[in-house]
């Protein structure tokens, strides 16, 4: 009588591994043939997220260097501190964001730099999954292979969300504050940037006319830290805290703070020391209360109540 021959558990172990391998690098290739072209963005195209038409001739698309520096730093200090620094991951972010929501379970805080942003918002769906996230780091860590910091940021700038069906920073420069992008000084700025988490919501103290709490407090964390960053000069972010309350700002402009000028927009100001200037994320957040840039789930609740009684249009 024959005995029936077992598989050993060193012949298990590598099946396991080879079955391992062949899955992996099934799900690889299913990624690459899967994945847009990042080259799109060179050219005209609409985008997946919200169908946005990005191209550099429409009438909406607005340079770089036609942006106002105030809008571009208060973006930075808003949601990339690092974004000059990294290469399209933030990895000290995700690992505060991780222990952030590992504190509070649940999902409050996201990690995701400037560069990720783009990849999602002209790449991807609205869909939460692993594989998208998948698709995003393949995406964003693509796009800053192949393309320079100056040219992610004007992209991003031309198809991010400002409020209900607003996209891009001309759009928005022009629906808040019925100026061009280039005009938009440090109060301005700083509101905008604060939209962005979450611009539906974020946004209803415009149409009512004032600032939230809320949005007062927010603004008030970016304009500190343009100024921590070296992005903003001591009377420059004193007058426009004074100005807080003046909102919608129809009598501030550019010329506002003209003698009161930023270290980055007048080369003649003394500028403080070289290292200063950077975007030193780390050392930086130091000198700021971090829990300032997060709203409490009270106040995030509050907010939201506040917009779901209010004017969408």
């Not at 991003?156 to 969300?161: G, K, Q």
Request: proline share 5%.
């Amino acid at each position: 009588m024959k005995t029936e021959k077992r598989p050993s558990l060193i012949g298990s172990f590598f099946k396991m591994i080879i079955s391992g391998f062949v899955l992996l690098a099934v799900a690889v290739l299913a990624l690459v043939l899967t994945i847009p072209d990042v080259t799109q963005l060179e050219r005209c195209f609409t985008t997946s997220m919200f169908q946005v038409e990005l191209c550099p001739n429409s009438p909406n698309y607005v340079k770089l260097e036609d942006i106002s520096s105030y809008m571009i730093h208060a973006l930075i200090v808003a949601e990339d501190g690092s974004f000059y620094q990294h290469k399209g991951f933030d990895w000290h972010e995700i690992q505060e964001s991780f222990e952030a929501n590992l504190r509070a379970g649940t999902a409050r805080r996201g990690g995701s730099t400037l560069t990720q942003q783009l990849a999602k918002n002209a790449f991807l769906s609205a869909e939460k999954s692993l594989w998208r996230k998948a698709k995003e780091a393949y995406l964003a860590y693509a796009i800053e292979s192949r393309y320079k910091k100056d040219f992610i940021l004007e992209k991003y700038l031309n198809v991010v969300e400002f409020g209900p069906n607003l996209y891009g920073i001309k759009a928005a420069a022009r629906h808040y504050f019925q100026k061009s992008p280039a005009d938009l000084h440090p109060l301005d700025a700083a509101y905008l940037a604060h939209l962005l988490p979450n611009p539906k919501v974020y946004s209803q103290g415009f149409r009512r006319g004032a600032l939230t709490p809320f949005s007062k407090r927010m603004i008030s964390t970016i304009l500190k830290r343009m100024n921590a960053y070296g992005k903003l000069s001591e009377p420059t972010y004193e007058r426009a805290l004074a100005l807080m309350d003046e909102f919608p700002w129809r009598t501030v402009s550019m010329s506002t703070f003209s003698d009161a000028p930023s270290w980055s927009l007048d080369m003649d100001v003394p500028m403080p020391n070289t290292a200063d200037l950077e975007y030193d994320d780390t050392t930086v957040e130091h000198s700021i209360d971090a829990t300032a840039e997060d709203p409490t789930p009270q106040e995030l609740e509050r907010e939201v109540n506040s917009a779901l009684g209010g004017d969408f249009e």
